[in-house]
Antibody, heavy 120, light 107 residues
Framework: EVQLLQSGAELKKPGESLKVSCQGS????????ITWVRQLPGKGLEWMGR????????VYSPSFEGLITISIDTSITTAYLQWSSLKASDTAMYFC?????????????WGQGTPVTVSS | DIQMTQSPSSLSASVGDRVTITCRAG??????LNWYQHKPGTAPKLLIY???TLQSGVPSRFSGSGSGTEFTLTISSLQPEDSATYYC?????????FGQGTKVEIK
């Protein structure tokens, strides 16, 4: 089955670090970029950034540049979204999704989402 | 960033109605425009890509049009299962952006 499987729900304190994962299976992982998308409670979808599995080249939204790190380990077909110091405002649902190299790069497969709660 | 603005932000329509959602780009996005449907508690679903190409498996009552700075998503005959939030998304610039969403409710 072609799928993106994300890691489970997280409850963290402000200032803690976190790494959320997204494992692809059933397809040629290296041929599809991975994007991360945030959804704040009751709000819309926000594009955070993307990574090319072939060379780990990343592009970040200006809104998230310097606040997050997107990485990838092709040996275990897994992408990551990482924070070094969480804030309460990072409380959200996070989705990973993939796109191929065909313009206009639609997101045709999504993970199930990882809810992150940051609270003292 | 290319800012994407959807209108309306929400709408309520009856089963069988024709529904149109507009997405305007702050600068040209060519036809690098995709539409998604998102229901609470689920992952978003790709409906339309390249402004007008229907994704495989998506009902034909969904259609898209437009290019440059103005795009539309049309549901020709609204069904109960179409209750969801719809997002446009541009992939023309280096950094990509979603519209703020349009919530569609069934009367």
């Amino acid at each position: 089955e072609v799928q993106l499987l994300q890691s489970g729900a997280e409850l963290k304190k402000p200032g803690e670090s976190l790494k959320v994962s997204c494992q692809g299976s059933g397809y040629s992982f290296a041929k599809y970029w991975i994007t991360w998308v945030r959804q704040l409670p009751g709000k819309g979808l926000e594009w955070m950034g993307r990574i090319d599995p072939s060379d780990s080249y990343t592009v970040y939204s200006p809104s998230f540049e310097g606040l997050i790190t997107i990485s990838i380990d092709t040996s275990i077909t897994t992408a990551y979204l990482q924070w070094s110091s969480l804030k309460a405002s990072d409380t959200a649902m996070y989705f990973c999704t993939r796109h191929g190299d065909i313009i206009p790069y639609p997101f045709d497969l999504w993970g199930q989402g990882t809810p992150v709660t940051v609270s003292s | 960033d290319i800012q994407m603005t959807q209108s309306p932000s929400s709408l309520s329509a009856s089963v069988g109605d024709r529904v149109t959602i507009t997405c305007r780009a702050g600068q040209s996005a060519s036809n690098y425009l995709n539409w998604y449907q998102h229901k609470p508690g689920t992952a978003p679903k790709l409906l339309i890509y390249g402004a007008s190409t229907l994704q495989s498996g998506v009902p034909s009552r969904f259609s898209g049009s437009g290019s440059g700075t103005e795009f539309t998503l049309t549901i020709s005959s609204l069904q109960p299962e179409d209750s969801a939030t719809y997002y446009c998304q541009q992939s023309y610039s280096t950094t990509w952006t979603f519209g703020q969403g349009t919530k569609v409710e069934i009367k």
